[in-house]
């Protein structure tokens, strides 16, 4: 389990890196965000002495303690799940916004994700299992695909199915008249709404994990092991999936760290053009006004959702490699 | 990828992020430390081969796009920013991409964008390169501490999104130029070649005309810019190429969002307006396609072309090598590759 504590360690860093980031920037950049942020707070109406004695710790203007002092302050409150307060939502906290918005968020980004990997993966087996076939076909269009903006396909996919053919809603994350509950109305109708942002990430996505997986499989089937398994006579099936796929796979989910992030910041332009009521969304009305809390909130939310999915990609990767466990 | 199966798990944090690139454009090999020999000038027929109709498409397409941003400003056949009195005209002979919601040229701002769009993601590339070849390179020739905390830092800035800290970086940059935007952008993109350009300089730095160098005296920088450098030289190429296409696509995405000057055309800008009045809902598809359009079809070029290097470093990935009736023979897939023209790089391996 050494490599899962050395990715566990990886992870607490990169964690921690994150949040002085977001520690340091609105102090280290020119001009002087915070007093505007200040001021236009201060503008929303009354500010309660406590949530400005926050502010101050949060954004440095308390001058009378040091950058050091501030910066457990910072950790302090972080450890209390206090973000500050959004100044689009005001008086709600950061931390409320992001709760509300991350559940959409996470189940449209991840199962979309799920889906497009295990596509991508499975046809870029196939492809590259019968090189120089027909299916190679495939290759140019995916190269295509994978150049497409994200939010841009979001808007082709918007206009076809659902301004000209009208199967789907058009924008949002349900219908205004029912209210958000565990009822299968509401579910169902959730469920309606966001058929067309995940077939747009899916499309958008899925590209990249064809062309990674049909080199490897390319690579892979090269190898001497791959041969062996034919000579043994095994099934063709069962060479593909048990002995090249197995080990093409492996870069992929290696590779998931780079892809994920590139994949999530795809998707928050995505739900930004279908209105979805995900972090994406509060993402653009944070920048829209300049709601700086809200913006660094999110930007330390994301990146733990995506050191949590790397972490999870660690695990397959232990599942899928013995060599990771030798030395356990 | 060869390294994870040569060294299992002896350094885990570099196996797991060990650079293949699957999430971009252009997958698998590059990382593969099979050192090619793109850099022998004596084989000027390999060279020759890897001019494959991909690679040819892909500058083909380039080229089209660089002359646009050349001459573009200069054909534009209107000022992109005139208002004009045909309102959300569809396209016409006066306007062949029709107009946006104030009447302005759609094709005039396309051809003036280029401009902007191509020079940001060039700059961004360049300066994404130099960092990555500095920090991978280095970190991989020296080696040690310095290595482990430069692989680190390559690593963390890898696995952090980058768009929210863009986001973020550009909010606290208000109407950046485009220098500013490329500088930011550069900043979150160089990760990648970072850890592709370790990966290649470790397999590499142990040969023994490298330790010749070393005896003979000479200083670490020289052995890095004239031993090593020419090289990594595909690697370099490919991994400049795979970011000027993640400074393009990124630069749109904050144009989209309205985080640089929305004022200077560029493709992003043209989205950000077609975005903000509504053009989907008034069904103006002439003003969202084009921009669109011509970003994922230089997004193609790009990946085309680095398609071309990567056959160059990995030949194996040549779809083109097993045409026709070789291709048809082998229905299952599991052939041995035809080696032609076995190389020494093939056959190290």
Redesign the interface.
Known sequence: M??LL??LG?TL??AW??IS??FF??RL???D?VQLMVARLQQQGAVSPNAMQAMQVAFGLDDHTSLIVQYFQYWGQLFRGDLGRSITFYPSSVSEVIGQALPWTLVLVGVSTVISFLLGTVLGAFI??????WA?TI??LS??L????Y???G??V??LFG?KLGWFP?SGGFDQGIDPSWSSDFVSNALYHAVLPAITIVLSSV???I??????M??V??EDY??VA?AKGLS?LR??SAY?AR?AV???I?????????????S??VE??FSYPGIGYS??QA??N?D?PL??G??LI??FA??LA?LV??VA?VLL?P??R??A | MAETSDRPATDAVDDVLAGDRVGGPVPGAAADPLVSEPADPGRPRRRRRTMSGKFVAGLVILGLFVLMAAIGPLVAPYDPSNLGPDVLAPPSWQHWLGTTGTGQDVLSQLLVGARQTLIIGVLAGLIATAISTIIGVTGGFVGGIADDLLSLLSNVFLVVPALPLLIVLTGYLPNGGPVAVAAVISLTGWAWGSRVLRAQTLSIRRRDYIEAARVAGEPGWRIIVFEILPHVRAILASSFLFTVLFAILTQVGLAFLGLVDVSQWSWGVMLYWAQSADALNAGAWWWFVPPGLAVALIGTGLALLNFGVDEFINPRLRSNSLRGRAARDSAGGFTPVVRTDPQPSEVQR
């Open positions: 050494k490599f050395r990715r990886f860093i990169t890196a994150a980031i977001n920037l609105p950049m020119p001009g965000p590259g299992w019968r090189r120089g076939s190679e290759l140019p190269t295509f994978s150049s497409v903006p939010f841009w396909m808007l082709i918007i206009s301004a058009l590209a990249s994990w062309l990674g997986m049909r080199n490897m390319v690579t089937m090269d791959v041969l034919q063709r060479v593909l090249a080990n492996l870069p992929s290696a590779g998931f760290a780079l892809s994920i992030s590139f994949v999530v910041s795809g928050l332009l930004i053009v993402l653009y920048v829209n300049e700086f913006m660094q999110i930007f994301i990146t995506v050191l790397n990609a660690d990767y490699d060599r990771t030798q030395d």
